[in-house]
């Protein structure tokens, strides 16, 4: 299976990574993260774009919030 990717990304595997090693050091009492911004917009925008791809595949059902 080869041709376009379905889906890519803008959070970049240092991101992701460093994103995994800040929440493994915040105590579980903790209530806040602080983390890269960059990073938080990174993976917020692929989290938009893979929910985009699978309502398009009909793969995902999210509701809309209630107003």
């Known amino acids: ?6 889906l890519q990304l803008y959070t970049t595997m ?3 990574e460093d994103l995994h090693a800040r929440y493994d050091r ?3 009492t903790s209530k806040t ?3 890269d911004r960059q990073a ?4 917020l925008m692929d989290h938009a774009r893979m929910l985009e791809a699978l309502r398009k595949a009909g793969r995902v059902d999210v509701p ?3 107003e």
Do not use: K, N, Q, Y
């Not at 938080?40 to 993976?43: A, E, G, K, S």
């Open 33 to 35: 993260v602080t983390v």
């Open 14 to 16: 240092h991101e992701f």
């Open 40 to 43: 938080l917009i990174h993976i």
């Open 1 to 6: 299976m080869s041709g376009r990717p379905i």
């Open 26 to 28: 915040t105590r579980s």
């Open 64 to 66: 809309e919030p209630a």
